[in-house]
């Protein structure tokens, strides 16, 4: 268990609608990353945040949004929806930059 | 821009073969590698952080080594449950997030 919480687990929605993905990261990091892969693409680094910032961006669409709350807690919004937006989510996070990320089980987004 | 290729793409073997992964990359500067193994549904998990070339690290029967353009991990006498997909990503300079490889899909037969 990496300590990094996603929920949920499963979710299946229809194009054009919105969902929010939400991750609370293992106790004591700050820093927050937001992963997406799909099987022809991978782990592609979509947004950090750190402390409630956003530090650095990704290959994220302006369709997808996110945000890091006092409580550390980051919430990835996606919203227009496509269907090749289907793809697993994960949420990954690390004490401090250089160290090593810790992800969670993903969240799975099945667009029909 | 940073740039991981691992070979092969799967790699099947019996119990007790032993064998190797290769992680070749390109950054402006390392500022780590990281190595992970991920199983069907799951996250990756974290294995191995290498800092500099000539640094190895070991963990049961994997070991992992770092040169100054590739990765190893060596599998030693690999078991059914060392099966899963092993994926190897790079920090740069300057950077703040990690370069994910396609990875290495294991699978170890009994």
């Known amino acids: 268990d990496s300590g990094v919480t996603q929920t949920p687990k499963h979710l299946i929605t229809a194009t054009g609608q919105r969902v929010t993905l939400r991750c609370s990261p293992r106790?004591?990091?700050?820093?927050v990353y937001w992963y997406q892969q799909s099987l022809d693409q991978g782990l592609q680094f979509l947004i950090q945040?750190?402390?409630?910032?956003?530090?650095a961006k990704g290959n994220i669409l302006e369709r997808f949004s996110a945000q890091q709350f006092p409580d550390l807690h980051s919430e990835l919004n996606l919203s227009s929806l496509e269907l090749g937006d289907s793809a697993l989510y994960f949420c990954a996070s690390s004490l401090k930059e250089g160290s090593p990320l810790h992800f969670g089980n993903g969240t799975r987004l099945t667009v029909t | 821009e940073d740039q991981v290729t691992q070979s092969p793409e799967a790699l099947r073997l019996q119990e007790g073969e032993s064998s190797s992964l290769n992680c070749s990359y390109t950054v402006s500067g390392l500022r780590g590698l990281f190595w992970y193994r991920q199983d069907p549904g799951k996250g990756p998990e974290f294995l191995f952080t290498?800092?500099?070339a000539g640094e190895e690290k070991e963990k049961e029967r994997l070991k992992a080594t770092l040169t100054k353009k590739e990765s190893f991990l060596h599998i030693t006498a690999p078991k059914p449950e060392d099966s899963a997909t092993y994926l190897c990503a790079v920090q740069g300079t300057g950077r703040r997030a990690l370069t994910f490889g396609s990875g290495t899909r294991l699978q170890v037969q009994p």
């Open positions: 290498l800092y500099s």
């Open positions: 945040y750190y402390n409630g910032e956003e530090r």
């Open positions: 106790s004591g990091d700050l820093s």
